[in-house]
Nanobody, 123 residues
Framework: QVQLVEVGGTLVQAGGSLRLACAAS????????MAWFRQAPGKEREFVAA???????LVEESVKGRFTISMENTQKTVYLQMNNLRPDDTGIYYC?????????????????WGQGTQVTVSS
């Protein structure tokens, strides 16, 4: 069983920064893909960024240049550094992990999900 726990969400003003962290426990990852998704109020969950250690990073177009995904060498923690936040970045941010080794933007490619952490960006 794999557990993913996200931390770091809070209320922040537009233009500010946050770093989210997702800690994985219960299974050793070895090159597996991990990702961040988000869900804004009243909208479907959408892809934000994904990576596997050492290679293959995908970032959704609207956050390019502002958000950075990174991973510890142990592969137990994945981060999302968010800079220059905007009100439309508001939402619940979810961490996801795959049993596979390729990076995809589709939800269906991820097998494990955290409960999410709320990010609210005020104008």
């Amino acid at each position: 069983q794999v557990q993913l726990v996200e931390v770091g969400g809070t209320l922040v003003q537009a233009g500010g920064s946050l770093r989210l962290a997702c800690a994985a426990s219960g299974r050793a990852f070895n090159g597996n893909a991990m990702a961040w998704f988000r869900q804004a109020p009243g909208k479907e969950r959408e892809f934000v960024a994904a990576m596997k250690l050492g290679e293959q990073i995908l970032v959704e177009e609207s956050v390019k240049g502002r958000f950075t995904i990174s991973m510890e060498n142990t592969q137990k923690t994945v981060y999302l550094q968010m800079n220059n936040l905007r009100p439309d970045d508001t939402g619940i941010y979810y961490c996801a992990a795959s049993r596979g080794f390729a990076v995809f933007p589709e939800e269906s490619m991820y097998d494990y999900w955290g409960q999410g952490t709320q990010v609210t960006v005020s104008s």
